[in-house]
């Protein structure tokens, strides 16, 4: 998960998160150019969130957050194997210069 402290708005479009882009021991890897629009739909479209909840009431409480999803079809189809890998690298360009953060996190299931 990422939070970015700017985020697009309706006239002004920089962003603490513009692009980014997953290395694994310096080769492009699943995320080769990801943009903050569709890292955050990532987000809006995991089970539990409703599209459009947030956004009808004019608080969007995960405006600023977005996902990247290594199990989009949930069946671990595209699960990333790590066993010899020496690097991970996240490279994110950003058009804004304020805070971001990475929270790593696993999905588990019962």
Known sequence: ???????????????????I??????????FSSS????LRGSLILRPGHEPGHYLADGD?????YAYMDFNPSR??????????????????????TDEIRLFPMEMVTA
Not at 1 to 19: F, G, K, N, Q, V
């Open 21 to 30: 882009k997953l290395l694994a021991d310096n080769r492009e890897h699943y």
């Open 1 to 19: 998960m990422l939070r970015a402290t700017t985020i697009p708005a309706t006239t002004l479009w920089p962003c603490s998160i513009e692009d």
């Open 75 to 96: 069946d671990d189809k595209f699960l990333m194997p790590t066993a010899g890998m020496s690097a991970l690298t996240l490279r994110i360009e950003a058009t804004s």
């Open 35 to 38: 943009n903050w629009e569709c």
């Open 60 to 64: 969007d409480q995960i405006a600023n």
